[in-house]
């Protein structure tokens, strides 16, 4: 780990406003967390400070590049492993190992992360040992806010970096706990070590805290954003009634949903859906460094991870539902396939390439007659069939050179990236009209909403966890026939339900790995895109990050198996 001078000048750089690609760590024996923190501004600027770092792009021994920053880096590392995404091909960003399984312990994403959550943590550290409980409510708020952070962060670390809390009930190699700015020692926690201090601080944070100068602020930390947390703890360690518990001493959280959910994560910081984001202003768009970048190409951005097939199927069994306005198709325009293939309906599937670990993809077009759908290949005619789902809903496939392919249906000719269709996704784009400006949302109260429908449909609770969905659905805009209540659509266990539709109203939002996991269930990619066409248990070693060799090279803590 770094020495305490460093961690204190860049809570000090920002503070000063320093830009963050300019800054020289300098030794300052003469720095410490009294002299920062004597003035009456002082723990409120370090905690600044903190948020601050979340955002800002570094430069650190010889790491930097665009897009090196915390927010960019969790919400990829937490969100392409899963199945929502399809990397669409190769890039050179480390991205691409999160999203194909192909870690190693000198990522710059991995590292740049575990860097900067452990200089996060040591500045609220400082706040925490230099600030006196009850000296103001002001004060007692930028405590609370510490106390959250700490936890934040840690929480963060140790789902990233070790395996689930419900896996040997927590008793794994977690991550380093830091809950002083003694920083001597370095060794590696329990994960449920780890997640005990996370619910000790989160308490404490919803103790101390309301809001920031007593306004709704979603930039900042807030009673109801500890809560949040806590509630998402209680979730990930199996604590079904203890998450009912936490949620129950909050305000009801349908009624915080957001009624315009359709332009809701452009203006995410003045919504009172959010319970806390981390707050980007125009200065501070990150362009083709930014979190929206790889997802919408629209205004400089890559434009290279799309929405899956499987995810896809889910949405589009119900074409009201708004939460497909985040989906922009395009549509091919170029000379060679305009007014031959414009208006064509058109059929993709996935094929297994010889000597490739994964699968390429067929696109043909899509005709009609007699006997139904099918295309052609080579001059062979290959059905397009159709397979009930749930019994209910409709899906397609080819059976290709004898194996059953899953097929998605085409109204239009899309344009492809390495034959992928572009989807691009909006989620983190249009804050102020600009399609790389967003503050990227880690909680709020959908996702509260959904912790409490999975409590209770564990709990046995099938009308609460039925309402709850049927909440979130309603204000999707989908129609009452397409509601639980009353009709199971085909399903027959209700947290199949509920994490489907986890599935679509937080999707890309970094939880999904998550629920897959936690939950004990198997990671299904055998779907289109770069990544191996595999599956992965829950007991895999690859699903946690390695421990980066900035680390181990200089603590000696023991690295994850299988790196």
Not at 217 to 237: E, F, H, I, Q, T
Request: hydrophobic share 35%; aromatic share 12%; glycine share 6%.
């Amino acid at each position: 780990m770094k020495t305490k001078a460093l961690y204190l000048t860049v809570a000090l750089g920002m503070m000063l406003g320093f830009s963050s690609c300019d800054l020289d760590y300098f030794p300052n024996d003469e720095l410490t967390s009294n002299s920062l923190l004597s003035s009456e501004d002082g723990p409120e600027s370090v905690i600044n400070g903190c948020y601050a770092m979340m955002k800002e792009e570094y430069k650190y021994v010889d790491i930097y590049e665009s897009g090196n920053t915390y927010v960019r880096h969790y919400f990829q590392m937490a969100e392409f492993p899963a199945d929502n995404t399809c990397l669409s091909g190769e890039t050179s960003d480390h991205l691409f190992h999160a999203a194909c399984y192909t870690n190693f312990d000198n990522m710059k994403n991995t590292s740049h992360l575990w860097w900067i959550s452990y200089e996060i943590i040591f500045s609220a550290n400082t706040v925490i040992e230099g600030v006196k409980e009850g000296e103001s409510a002001k004060r007692d708020q930028i405590l609370g806010e510490a106390y959250f952070l700490r936890a934040m962060m840690h929480f963060n670390l140790v789902n990233l970096f070790a395996k689930p809390y419900v896996i040997n009930n927590g008793n794994n190699m977690g991550v380093p706990l830091r809950i002083s700015t003694n920083t001597e020692v370095t060794t590696r926690a329990s994960v449920a070590e780890v997640y005990n201090q996370v619910i000790d601080d989160l308490k404490k944070a919803a103790e101390l805290m309301t809001s920031r100068d007593g306004k709704f602020n979603p930039a900042y930390a807030s009673k109801d954003a500890a809560l949040g947390l806590l509630s998402r703890v209680y979730l990930y360690m199996g604590e079904n009634q203890k998450v009912l518990d936490v949620i129950a001493t909050m305000s009801e959280p349908t009624s915080n949903l957001d009624g315009d959910y359709a332009n809701y994560f452009a203006n995410a910081l003045n919504s009172k859906e959010t319970l806390f984001a981390c707050a980007h202003t125009a200065i501070e768009s990150r362009g083709s460094g930014s979190i929206g970048s790889m997802y919408n190409g629209d205004g400089g951005g890559w434009g290279e991870v799309y929405p899956s097939a499987p995810l896809m199927n889910l949405y589009e069994r119900y074409p009201e539902d708004i939460r497909m306005k985040y989906i922009v198709p395009i549509v091919e325009t170029d000379a060679e396939h305009y007014g031959k293939w414009i208006g064509l309906p058109s059929v993709f599937f996935p094929y297994k390439a010889d000597k490739k670990t994964f699968r390429s993809n067929k696109w043909e077009t899509l005709k009609t007659d007699a006997a139904g759908k099918y295309c052609e290949i080579d001059g062979k005619r290959y059905d397009v069939k159709e397979k009930t789902v749930n019994g209910e809903y409709t899906e397609y496939y080819v059976n290709y050179n004898g194996e059953d392919c899953d097929a998605r249906l085409f109204s239009y000719f899309p344009a492809r990236r390495e034959d992928n269709p572009i989807m691009y996704v909006t989620k983190f784009s249009y804050q102020d009209g600009d399609p790389q400006l967003s503050s990227p949302v880690f909680l709020r109260w959908a996702e509260i909403v959904l912790n409490r429908a999975e409590a209770n449909a564990k709990l046995g609770n099938t009308a609460a966890a039925l309402a709850d969905v049927d909440a979130i659905r309603a204000r999707a805009g989908i129609s009452p026939a397409g509601m639980f209540s009353g009709n199971m659509h085909g399903y027959t266990d209700v947290l199949d339900i509920v994490l489907d539709e986890r599935r679509m109203e937080l999707a890309w939002e970094g939880h999904r790995m998550f629920d897959v996991y936690r939950n004990k269930r198997t990671m299904d990619r055998r779907f289109p895109g770069i990544h191996p066409w595999e599956q992965i248990e829950y007991t895999a070693d690859k699903i946690q990050y390695p421990i980066p060799y900035v680390e181990t090279s200089v603590s000696h803590i023991p690295q994850n198996p299988g790196y």
